[in-house]
């Protein structure tokens, strides 16, 4: 599974930023993503988890964005979303989209669970005040 995100920039504190990372098959086709969410590092720092939300719709945040953020996904499009309001500077981060509890179906309609996590590339925000 490749996952790509999108959506980063520079933006004013205050302002707002819409993430999406959609997660793509190398081969065959997703069934299911149990968990799909984001997560930030910073230099020196571990990555911490910014938002996350399962297939069922139930959300989870970290404490220093709760309120401000909004975690959702599209389920039919194997796609979640973070928008970010009333960023402050110390949103500043590269953001990483994350898939944990893939079900593929192959091109020979075989189901795989698979229990990885899956990572994108990451995408920067940057937030100036």
């Known amino acids: 599974v490749q996952l790509q995100a999108s959506g980063g920039g520079l933006v004013q504190a205050g302002g707002s930023l819409r993430l999406s990372c959609v997660a793509s098959?190398?081969?065959?086709?997703?069934?299911?993503?149990?968990?799909m969410g984001w997560y930030r590092q910073t230099p020196g720092k571990e990555r911490e988890l910014v938002a996350a939300v399962t297939s069922g719709g139930r959300t989870t945040y970290g404490d220093s964005v709760t309120g401000r953020f909004t975690v959702s996904r599209d389920n039919a499009k194997n796609t979640v979303f973070l928008q970010m309001n009333s960023l402050e500077p110390g949103d500043t981060s590269v953001y990483y989209c994350?898939?944990?509890?893939?079900?593929?179906?192959?091109?020979?309609?075989?189901?795989?669970?698979?229990?990885?996590?899956?990572w994108g590339k990451g995408t920067l925000v940057t937030v100036s005040s």
């Open positions: 994350n898939a944990h509890g893939l079900t593929t179906i192959s091109n020979m309609g075989e189901y795989t669970v698979d229990g990885e996590d899956y």
């Open positions: 098959p190398t081969s065959g086709r997703i069934f299911r993503i149990d968990d």
